[in-house]
């Protein structure tokens, strides 16, 4: 899986989640929820669960279009927002899933694309997107989406974000850009000086994993450090006795017990900061 430089093509014999076939069927056809890791795991599955969200468009001030998925829950709400970011990959049909989980827990879920629609399946195509990134645009980009959330008509105002590998390190820099409720990290690249967290208005949720040899405990020590510079006190880091990417049900360092640890952890933690 997915580093800061490059992804990790090796195997894993460990099963990864899997729904039975009859549950398989009963989810395709809406009439079952099955838990997230067996959604991602499944290329169909997390298809299907992408396909309820729907695409949206705004226009950025050079009069260029962006998109993203729009995931969101059952009744009149209001409700708290989330903005996803997608790892290096793109914004593909796990990400979308993952929306729409996050709408059935009650968030209107907004997985957002910096890639302008490029999907990439291979690590050149995936380095080649990221390494295409415009960092003025996408600053404008994640501006935008959490405005127009903040704004939208059946939200409470509340907005949370949250990002996985290159979209941990995004999650950061769209809080550090504007202020928002709630930030997620998900072994996201977290160096950045103490005038630059200085901005930060959010309580920060940190994921990492012990084995990453990218995202490391001297990066993240060094945050913790920076954060308590900058007067920032409101930071949670979890450990996890695992990889990079350990949360992600399709790469070979997947962890299921962590993952699952961390979500919940995930969860909690936006309930916390977006309620209310």
Not at 45 to 57: F, I, M, N, S, Y
Not at 127 to 137: F, I
Not at 173 to 182: G, H, N, R, W, Y
Request: aromatic share 8%; with cysteine; glycine share 10%.
């Amino acid at each position: 899986m997915c580093d800061l430089k490059s992804c990790n093509t090796s195997t894993d014999t460990r099963p990864l989640p899997k729904a039975s076939s009859e549950q398989r069927r009963q989810f395709l056809k809406g009439m079952l929820s099955l838990p997230l890791a067996v959604v991602l795991a499944d290329p169909l599955l997390a298809q299907a669960a992408g396909d309820r969200t729907q695409a949206v468009q705004r226009t950025l001030s050079g009069g260029a279009q962006v998109g993203a998925h729009l995931a969101m829950p059952k009744g009149e709400g209001p409700f708290p927002a989330v903005v996803l970011i997608h790892e290096w990959w793109g914004l593909n049909d796990q990400i979308k899933a993952v929306a729409a989980d996050l709408a059935e827990q009650g968030f209107i879920a907004l997985a957002v694309d910096l890639y302008g629609g490029g999907v990439g399946t291979t690590r050149d195509e995936a380095m080649a997107l990221k390494n295409g990134v415009n960092e003025g645009v996408a600053t404008e980009t994640m501006v935008g989406w959490i405005g127009w959330l903040r704004n939208h008509e059946r939200c409470t105002g509340k907005v949370g974000t949250l990002g996985w590998c290159f979209g941990g390190g995004w999650s950061l820099d769209a809080s550090l850009a504007v202020p928002v409720d709630a930030t997620i990290i998900y072994y996201g690249n977290v160096r950045r000086t103490p005038e630059q967290l200085a901005a930060l208005k959010s309580p920060v949720l940190g994921h990492f994993g012990t084995l990453d040899k990218s995202i490391d405990e001297a990066m993240v020590g060094s945050f913790e450090r920076a954060m308590a510079a900058a007067g920032k006190t409101d930071l949670r880091v979890h450990w996890y006795v695992a990889d990079h990417a350990f949360a992600n049900p399709t790469g070979a360092r997947y962890d299921e017990e962590n993952a699952a640890l961390a979500w919940s952890r995930s969860l909690s933690f936006l309930y916390q900061h977006l309620s209310g």
